[in-house]
């Protein structure tokens, strides 16, 4: 199985930089996801990789290979692209043939791969049709057809699911996801949905102006925050951020961690573990969200907006004072002024 690895990559136009610094590797047989809001650098980073664009600075080596200068078609990859990018007027079964076509694969050998490419996909009935005569779901499958007879060892995603409705978007993340594993596919998958990421990906990398914010597996991404902007990018609703000045002054017993300025210092907590009581940090409820399985109060402390979400029902409504507590051990740290994570020493 064939590794990416990109090292010091930067892409700048006219001076900005879209990409700055960029490292990262993704093992092979891995899904790496690039996380990040829009215009963060992922699709340049993603097309720096393809080969679509060409670096400033830094390298690329794929499988072993530099491939920096190389041009898209020496690199080994597969790409599918967040329109598809289908032909209208070609059939389901010569868009996913186009790409052999063009390399002059053998005829035999497009028909075999063609057939185990849908029936892996469950495209055999349409092979004849015309995207257009296609839902969204079954073009989505066609542009991964193309991506899986090429054979190619890396596959690049750009925003795959996004044209699809919420529920497909369930389902092809799981079709995407079982492929890749089943295939041994290396995969750099560019996203926007941190749930996307976080149910997808072998490891996030976290993208913020460019530069890489974090690189770790989901669980350490939601367990351990490098950066308030990480903390509250992962999870819904995100993870609570507060003065800890806020929460001492609204009745907070919660004791700064030895050795650093309290007055320097932000508490995170996910609404999923505050907890309400009787007595602890007093707030004001501004909303509260029934949603079945559990409820979301919206609450401020002293003005900062705060969540807590609990299990089933919640009796509170607007306007309500409630106490909010939380447990020492479940706090994140940050600095305010870096907004960086500070660990406790
Ligand atoms: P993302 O995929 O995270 O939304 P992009 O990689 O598409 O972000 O864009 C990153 C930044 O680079 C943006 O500020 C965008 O405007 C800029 N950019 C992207 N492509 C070009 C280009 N061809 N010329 C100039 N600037 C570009």
Not at 306 to 316: D, E, L, M, N, T
């Amino acid at each position: 199985m064939v590794s990416v690895e990109l090292s010091g990559v930067s892409k700048t136009w006219g001076g900005t930089a879209a990409v700055d610094d960029v490292s990262f590797s993704v093992g092979g047989g891995k899904l790496v996801a690039l996380l990040g809001p829009s215009g963060c650098g992922k699709s340049t980073t993603l097309r720096l990789v393809a080969g679509l664009e060409e670096a400033s600075a830094g390298s690329i080596v794929i499988g072993g290979r530099d491939v920096t200068t190389a041009p898209p078609s020496k690199r080994g990859i597969a790409m599918v692209f967040q329109n598809y990018a289908l032909f209208p007027h070609l059939s389901v079964g010569e868009n996913i043939l186009f790409g052999l076509q063009v390399r002059k694969v053998s005829r035999a050998e497009q028909d075999e791969r063609l057939k185990k490419a849908a029936d892996i996909l469950g495209l055999d009935g349409l092979l004849e049709r015309k995207p257009s005569q296609l839902s969204g779901g079954q073009q989505q499958r066609v542009a991964l057809g193309r991506a899986i007879v090429a054979r190619a060892p890396v596959c690049l995603m750009d925003e795959p699911l996004s044209n699809l409705d919420a529920q497909l978007r369930v389902e092809m993340r799981r079709e995407i996801r079982e492929l890749q594993q089943r295939l041994g596919m290396t995969m750099v998958y560019v996203t926007h949905d941190q749930v996307e990421a976080m149910t997808m990906a072998d490891q996030v990398v976290l993208m913020r102006n460019g530069r890489i914010e974090q690189d770790a597996p989901p669980d350490e991404l939601y367990e351990n925050p490098a950066s308030i902007f990480v903390a509250r990018f992962v999870g819904t609703p995100p993870m609570n951020v507060v003065p800890l000045q806020a929460l001492t002054a609204a009745g907070g017993a919660i004791v700064a961690p030895p050795g650093l300025d309290p007055a320097g210092l932000s508490v995170g907590i996910r609404p999923e573990v505050s907890e309400l009581g009787e007595s602890g940090i007093a707030a004001e409820v501004v909303a509260v969200e029934y949603l079945g399985a559990d409820t979301l109060v919206e609450a401020r402390i002293g003005g900062h907006p705060f969540i807590v979400r609990r299990p089933g029902k919640v009796r509170a409504a607007a306007g309500d004072r409630i106490y909010i507590r939380l447990s020492q051990s479940l706090l994140h740290w940050f600095d305010q002024s870096t907004e960086r994570r500070v660990v406790p020493g």
